[in-house]
């Protein structure tokens, strides 16, 4: 599984210039005027893993399949989305179908690119971003817990769960607090999913600064890692301009234009980072002559699940996953080595996945 991230924010704070670098496709038509983005546009990208590399290396794969991550620029939100201004509905209706929310805030000054409310605040943005998708979320639920008065009385015990669960959603609301700042026990956390609250999403704030901020932040960025330390959430800092000039280059022409911007890495390798760790995901491998390949699971996954990732048969005739750890199938260059040096693990239905864990699984058909 990969996973899907859509990417919000107010018009013109540079979304589909981001989302144009990140898929290197010229899809999302950026342009200096609000909803120049009608329909969410979607784009799917390598995660880029170097252990991957390293892996097919050393088992001669003649091919290589890294893991996916899906983005969708979704338009521009303004003041009044939740009662449909702009294009509110289809737009709040468009971020209910991804896992994770990228809320991109203008951290730059430019006069030739203009903002909706005409002044630089990226705090009072993503407070006007939060403020329309929790009033969205007020109205659903209310509607919601309207229609679940006649199952209650009927004794139906799925509508007196989903009720409790709703009412849990809305006290925090009403207090000005998004849903997922609300605890919720492992036993209910599908059917809390299950609700597609907006503001229950799992948010990820990416600061948008000119080029010579984005090494370090500026004043806009350093206002916005604040904030988000306040709520418990992550920031990430990423120029889009740069972002945009690299994806036209070269890998190698890539690497040295990042080296003289003062750079270590493409903010895409940091934003999908930021995104694993956000949604709690990690990699495992599969390789051998024919392919190496990563695929993702959630922290915490059994071996018979992570199994079922490759195909449904492998999970349902699970009987034992052959595991080397990353560093040792590297160390003892390959899986002969691995085997010799009794780094290679039987693993039963009980194992909890590792990142980086290189697997091979036997089942029954």
Known sequence: MGFKMGIVGLPNVGKSTLFNALTKTAAAQAANFPFCTIEPNVGEVAVPDGRLHALAKLAQS?????????????????????????????????????????????????????????????????ETIETELMLADIESIEKRTAGLVRKIRGGDKEAVEQDRLLKLALDALEKGQPARSVEISEDDRVA????????????????????????????????????????????????????????????????????????????????????YELLQLETYFTCGPKEARAWTVKKGTLAPQAAGVIHGDFERGFIRAETISFDDYVNCRGEAGAKEAGKMRVEGKSYLVQDGDVMHFLFNT
């Open 62 to 126: 003649s091919q290589i399949i890294p893991t996916r991550m899906t983005f969708v620029d979704i338009a521009g939100l303004v003041k009044g989305a939740s009662k449909g201004e702009g294009l509110g509905n289809q737009f709040l209706a468009n971020i209910r179908e991804v896992d994770a929310i990228a809320h991109v805030l203008r951290c730059f000054d430019d006069k030739d690119v203009t903002h909706v409310d005409d002044r630089i605040n990226p705090v009072e943005d993503a």
């Open 192 to 275: 809390w999913k299950n609700l597609q609250l907006l503001t229950s999403k799992p948010t990820l704030f990416v600061c948008n600064v000119d080029e010579d901020s984005a090494s370090d932040g500026n004043k806009y960025s350093q206002q916005v890692e604040k904030m988000a330390a306040e709520q418990g959430a992550g920031t990430v800092i990423i120029s889009a301009q740069i972002e945009e000039e690299i994806s036209q280059l070269e890998e190698d022409e890539a690497e040295l234009f990042l080296n003289e911007m003062g750079l270590s890495e493409a903010g895409l390798d940091r934003l999908i980072r930021a995104g």
